[in-house]
């Protein structure tokens, strides 16, 4: 007679408080996340100076870390949903402690995009699991939505300061410091994790064989998605280069989705995306995803580039944005709770859509309207990104948590990736001329704000299809 050797789970607890430690360290997990990028840039030009970089060795100094992220995460998320959440974490946490610790002995810039690729690896380790384990956490789902939203609001802190913290950084220490951050940060989130949260139990995970072709054709897909992007606004939409890697990117996702749909055990299972929940909360991530990066690079070129504003004014125009994402947790638990989870979810994606349209349309005649379309687009994002991947989880087995919270990171990625490539595609193609070259002329100015109006639409066409797609299969539930 076979005896179970998982211990029972305990009781969940009643309240954050009771869970502060575990949420301590799930909120450093997701503050390294968006901490490390935002801090990164602003040391760009001094590394590139201390390095002897070029501009397209710098590009990737950024480049690599996101793309080694968004292409291991559903990897990762199938790893730990087999040999536990916590184990992957705690080993993400002792990987990204160890790559910053190596920024110390970088003398080159090919050292310093291998140090920043294997700090992608570490996130791919490390971000879902704050999701997937926080989920776990707790059994209702307000106190769920509610611990969303902390975490969510310590890494929008995080990359509220990243640019004022790493300049002042960089006047008193050199650019290595800045990653060096992460040091305490994932020393403090493994003793609060490894404190705070139970290891899984067999219940929880399964022991299903490993999808290694279907793991390298997902990551190839999210790698050369996450990469298309960067080639449209180097090379231009005249080059070879961006339509071939467009090309190889549905190749490679055409024959994962053949793998998954006659694999034994896929590295994904289809079904399980179509589930209604899954695919709604998915939907409205990817929508806001695809708005924030798109809006983002439309509006810093149009304050810089189009407006004259300076560097810190063009930073201070952002604000609005920056206060509704980091002050909004409150308002959003309480409106969440009023409204419940499903009805939220659409209506923080119809305000991102709304303000994509108001920027589409507006958006030239002045900041009035492109503060209101950051504002509105900021109130989607915090709404969305706190409802989600609760409804994701909510409509995944329990064994499947952590590969549903990396398909929350991946779509959101994605999507990302997609609206800077939108957006830069209709600039490459309706503006002519260098477009950081000063002294625009009438036409190129009159050119500029044809494309935002176009790029804006296709933006807000775009996430108006996916809110929409996310508000039917919700009613399915």
Not at 328 to 340: I, K
Not at 403 to 418: K, M
């Amino acid at each position: 007679m076979s005896t179970s050797t998982a211990q029972p789970r305990l009781r969940s607890p009643g309240s954050l408080r009771e869970a502060w430690i575990a949420l301590a360290g799930l909120s450093a997990v997701f503050l390294f996340e968006m901490l490390d990028g935002s801090i990164l840039t602003v040391a760009l030009p001094t590394i590139g100076r201390d390095l002897h970089a070029s501009t397209t060795a710098l590009q990737w100094v950024s480049n690599s870390y996101a793309v080694v992220f968004g292409g291991l995460m559903l990897v990762f998320g199938a790893v730990a949903d087999r040999v536990g959440r916590r184990r992957v974490m705690l080993a993400g946490l002792v990987l990204l402690g160890a790559a910053s610790l190596a920024t110390l002995f970088v003398t080159s810039v090919g050292e310093l995009v291998a140090v920043r690729s294997v700090t992608g690896v570490a996130a791919a380790m490390t971000t879902p699991g704050s999701i997937a384990l926080a989920f776990r956490l707790f059994r209702a789902d307000d106190l769920r939505v509610r611990a969303m939203t902390l975490i969510s609001t310590v890494g929008l802190v995080g990359l509220a300061i990243g640019p004022p913290l790493g300049g002042a950084l960089l006047t008193v220490a050199p650019w290595q410091a800045l990653l060096l951050v992460n040091v305490p940060i994932s020393v403090l989130a493994f003793a609060c994790i490894g404190r705070g949260v139970e290891a899984d139990t067999a219940a929880e995970l399964h022991r299903d064989p490993a999808d290694l072709l279907g793991g390298v054709l997902g990551t190839a897909t999210i790698v050369l998605a996450l990469v298309v992007p960067t080639f449209f606004v180097e090379r231009g939409a005249s080059s070879w280069l961006p339509w071939t890697a467009s090309a190889a990117t549905v190749v490679a996702a055409v024959l994962y989705v053949v793998r998954a749909r006659t694999a034994s055990h896929p590295l994904l299972n289809l079904k399980l995306v179509a589930r209604p929940l899954v695919a709604s909360g998915l939907a409205h991530k990817a929508a806001t995803g695809l708005a924030a990066a798109g809006l983002t690079y439309l509006v810093t070129l149009q304050l810089q580039l189009d407006w004259g504003w300076s560097p810190a004014l063009a930073a201070a125009g952002m604000l609005p944005q920056v206060v509704v994402l980091i002050a909004g947790g409150p308002l959003v638990t309480r409106f969440v709770r009023a409204v419940g989870l499903d009805r939220a979810a659409w209506l923080g994606g119809s305000c991102v859509v709304t303000g994509l349209a108001v920027y589409a349309l507006l958006g030239r005649l002045g900041y009035a309207p492109v503060a209101a379309a950051l504002v509105l687009v900021a109130i989607g994002i915090r709404v969305v990104g706190a409802v989600a991947g609760v409804n994701v989880l909510k409509g995944l087995p329990e064994n499947r948590t952590s590969i549903g919270a990396a398909l929350v990171d991946t779509a959101s990625q994605v999507t990302a990736a997609a609206g800077v490539a939108v957006s830069g595609t209709v600039l490459a193609v309706l503006f002519a001329g260098g477009i950081a070259q000063p002294g625009w002329s009438a036409a190129q100015t009159a050119q500029f704000e044809r494309a935002v109006t176009i790029g804006g639409l296709a933006l807000t066409a775009l996430s108006a299809a996916l809110v929409g797609w996310g508000f039917v299969r919700a009613r399915r539930v």
